[in-house]
């Protein structure tokens, strides 16, 4: 499974884990890509030119393009839709995993994740600063996640683990079911 960077593999690992999954011993690795940019390499290593694994990945919509390019410069098809990318078994995210996770729990609830890791402090402090102060706490969220180094990573799994799992984003339910 190829997906763009260490905070997804943190949430499909996650995610695997609660749904009783021991992707090892299933032969699925997943592997961080290091970004969209990485894709067309990546598919020539693994993909049908190269070791012809079996493939899935999981990207933000705003790489959809760079994804769907290097799906059919790979030779797995063209003129690909989404649903075509899907049908392959790579999800996009909208607008990002950290959005999609989010809006399944609500910012209510992401709030108390992040005052459970004593960083309520924080997060307010960006909400005061002049370009947060009238956005919704939703994207606040994103932005949080976004920042402070390794926020996103610690986070994937701690957001995951908080879901009910009738109620995961369709793109991460999507990949994993794939493989």
């Known amino acids: 499974m190829l997906v763009e960077g260490i905070s997804d593999q943190r949430a499909v690992e996650a995610l695997a884990r609660r749904r009783g999954r021991d992707l090892e011993s299933e032969g699925v690795q997943i592997v961080s890509i290091g970004g969209a940019q ?23 919509v705003g790489e959809e393009g760079h ?28 607008a ?13 609830r992401v709030e108390e994740i992040v ?39 610690r986070y994937a799994s701690l957001l995951v683990d908080a879901l009910d799992l009738a109620r995961v984003p369709r793109p991460l339910d999507g990949v994993l079911a794939h493989v």
């Open 38 to 60: 990485a894709i067309r390499s990546s598919l020539e290593r693994f993909g049908p030119h190269g070791l012809d694994l079996r493939l899935a990945g999981l990207c933000d």
């Open 115 to 153: 005052e459970g890791e004593g960083e309520l402090g924080s997060f307010r402090t960006l909400q005061k600063q002049p370009e947060w102060r009238e956005r919704e706490t939703h994207d606040q969220l994103r932005r949080f996640m976004g920042s402070g180094g390794s926020r996103k990573i």
């Open 96 to 108: 990002d995993l950290e959005d999609e996770l989010i809006r399944v729990l609500g910012p209510w």
């Open 67 to 94: 994804f769907r390019r290097a799906l059919e410069g790979a030779g797995l098809g063209s003129g690909l839709t989404r649903e075509d990318m899907e049908a392959l078994g790579f999800f996009v995210c909208v």
